[in-house]
């Protein structure tokens, strides 16, 4: 058992004055992992007071300075690669695979920030005038539980960039991991302020960042429903917003495609992290003369995925994060019964043998029409939905008719025409032949998957604010 009673405020590690404890309990069994001591909202306004303090000289720091504290950061978190995946794995309940990948990308992530600060013009011409792209100043970050220190890093190396300062507030579920990548950054030797932690619940610390009139900027990824309290929350301060939220993503199974690559590639796009990743591909669309083989060939892949102990090398889906998430699926498998899709596999229940932990069987729905609520609604688990088309135009319809717009994915063996298709779907992110993350390129949603973008240039100009000086 683990008591995490610290937060990161103005340099140090504090015991909070919020009083109140967060039980951790493990996906995987059920058992109590831990305890974690949650902050108020004084806890929050001193965090957002010490990073107020410090923007006002980590804001005139060199590019040269924040590199270097970028690359100290990234040394310490090298440093403690066993401590990351076993954390994620036990306290998240993510694969071994997946957690894997994703602490490659979390360090890979601040290669890319040094390398767009190495390019990046802070000062630009545009008309007669010179431009200074300045730093917004203290910026709010609030996060989920279903990549917690890929968020942290991805965030909070992109306000660094800026020359901004930050408050976090993570999931209270995730403080294992919070507690890792603070010491890191503890480590890392920043100036005191310029980054606090502040563990704590949405409706307590995530309200007061939104609300504060020091918080100049909001980065916030999670549900849809919340990036709307925060937008409407930040309004009233005329707060910067960059909401990445939920996603319903489509995936095109041209006519042309090769099945036997699309269809275990649709697969992973569906099942990554455990189905609990905001662009994952839920709605796969194929050909309705190809139903037959795609039914075949999604039998076959989904009944070798193996599901289990998210430690086991072999696993392919783990646990849902917490027994919340577990009814949340569960009952959505059951609305699709009830709207009358067909189950082509899975179903309601645990999988023989896991019964302790928070176990989905992987399920595929065929039959499904678009307007169905397993089609429209996010549901943050390993459940798709296969819908067929008759021509590219529908598919391309059927794509597009959804309130979000996060990411897509396209197939086909003629590449020109993956590209057609691609150019006509609106979301921010089209996978053309394959799954891929450039982090140079800007990730974010069309409608209501969000407002703005991360990554690239792009996401550092969301940290930035245009200042024209006209001579
Ligand atoms: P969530 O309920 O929206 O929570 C996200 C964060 O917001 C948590 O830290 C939460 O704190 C906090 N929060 C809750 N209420 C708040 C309030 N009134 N004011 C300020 N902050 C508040 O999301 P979730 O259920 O944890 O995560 C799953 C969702 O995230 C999915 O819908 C998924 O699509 C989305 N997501 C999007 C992306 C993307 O990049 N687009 C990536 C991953 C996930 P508590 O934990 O204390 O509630
Ligand atoms: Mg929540």
């Known amino acids: 058992m683990k008591t995490i009673d610290k937060i990161y405020i103005n340099g140090e590690f504090i015991t909070p004055q919020g009083t109140e404890y967060f039980d951790l309990i493990s996906p995987t069994t059920n058992e109590q992992l831990g305890k974690v001591r949650l902050g108020n909202q004084k806890d929050t306004q001193n965090a957002i007071s010490a990073a107020k303090e410090a923007f006002k000289t980590f804001s005139k720091t060199t590019t040269a300075e924040r590199i270097q504290y970028l690359q100290n950061i990234k040394t310490s978190i090298e440093k403690r690669k066993n401590e990351f995946i076993d954390i994620m794995i036990e306290e998240y309940g993510g694969t071994l695979q997946f957690v894997t990948m994703s602490y490659e990308y979390m360090l890979k992530g601040f290669d890319s920030t040094i390398d767009l600060l190495n390019t990046y013009n802070f000062t630009k011409t545009m008309g007669e005038s010179e431009v200074q792209m300045t730093p917004l100043g203290v910026v709010g970050i609030i996060i989920p539980w279903n990549s917690s220190n890929g968020f942290i890093s991805s965030k909070l190396s992109t306000a660094i ?30 100036p005191k302020g310029v980054f606090n932690i502040v563990n704590g619940l949405g409706e307590i610390v995530g309200a007061e960042i939104s609300r504060n009139p020091d918080i100049a900027k909001i980065s916030f990824t999670g549900s849809t429903n919340v ?23 489509p995936n095109i199974i041209l006519d042309d495609a090769n099945l036997d690559q699309a269809i275990p590639l649709a697969l992973i796009a569906a099942y990554m992290n455990s189905r609990q990743a905001c662009v994952a591909g839920t709605r796969l669309l194929v050909p309705e003369s190809r139903l037959d083989e795609v039914k075949q060939l999604v039998k076959e892949t989904v009944s070798k995925t193996i599901v289990g102990d998210p430690k086991n090398a072999a696993t392919a889906v783990g646990p849902m994060v917490s027994t919340k998430q577990y009814e949340r699926v569960q009952n959505y498998i059951q609305i699709g019964i009830n709207e009358g899709a067909e189950l082509l596999i899975g179903g309601p229940g645990k999988p023989a043998g ?62 020109k025409r993956a590209h057609k298709v691609a150019s006509q779907i609106s979301a921010g992110r089209v996978q053309i032949n394959g799954i891929g993350h450039d982090p140079m390129a800007p990730f974010g949603g069309f409608k209501q998957s969000g407002i703005g973008r991360e990554f690239g240039s792009l996401g550092l100009e969301a940290y930035l604010e245009p200042k024209a000086l006209i001579r």
């Open 161 to 190: 960039a800026a020359g901004c300062t930050a408050v976090i507030k993570p999931s209270e579920m995730s403080a294992q991991q919070t507690q890792l990548i603070a010491e890191c950054l503890h480590e890392a030797g920043l």
């Open 227 to 249: 990036g709307k309290i925060i937008a409407k929350e930040a309004v009233d301060t005329m707060k910067r917003v960059t909401l990445e939220l939920g996603g319903k993503s």
């Open 354 to 415: 896991l019964e302790k932990g928070n176990f989905v069987k992987p399920t595929v729905f065929v039959n499904v029409n678009n307007q169905m609520r397993i089609a429209r609604e996010e549901i943050f688990g390993p459940v798709l939905s296969i819908i067929t088309y008759k021509t590219e135009e529908e598919a391309i319809e059927i794509a597009n008719d959804t309130t979000y717009g996060l990411q897509a994915y396209v197939s086909s063996s003629d590449e």
